[in-house]
């Protein structure tokens, strides 16, 4: 059983920049494909990033060029740094971890409880 606890949400102005971490625990972290994704509301939680355990990375087309997903697998971390924020990155944003990389949602077997980004125009 994998736990994922985020951190780093907050509130921003439009062009300003976050970073968001989540702390993996009860797991080999290395082994794990880790994602981001975020849901604002009314809508679907949609793929933002992810980051495979051979190194891989995946974006949206909606974050590329502005969002950046790493991993430290010392600290069973994953972090998202987020520049260039819009408003319409505002939502609650959940990272998750699978034994692969997924796009979809249902990919992911473990979620954490999410961390809340606003962005203000």
């Known amino acids: 059983q994998v736990q994922l606890v985020e951190s780093g949400g907050g509130l921003v102005q439009a062009g300003g920049s976050l970073r968001l971490s989540c702390a993996a625990s009860?797991?080999?972290?290395?082994?794990?494909?880790l994602g981001w994704f975020r849901q604002a509301p009314g809508k679907e939680r949609e793929f933002v990033a992810a980051s495979g355990w051979n190194g891989v990375t995946l974006y949206a087309d909606s974050v590329k060029g502005r969002f950046t997903v790493s991993r430290d697998n010392a600290k069973n971390t994953i972090y998202l740094q987020m520049n260039n924020l819009k408003p319409e990155d505002t939502a609650v944003y959940y990272c998750?971890?699978?034994?692969?990389?997924?796009?979809?949602?249902?990919?992911?077997?473990?979620w954490g409880q999410g961390t809340q980004v606003t962005v203000s125009s």
């Open positions: 998750a971890a699978s034994r692969r990389v997924a796009l979809q949602a249902d990919g992911y077997h473990y």
């Open positions: 009860g797991g080999t972290f290395s082994s794990y494909a």
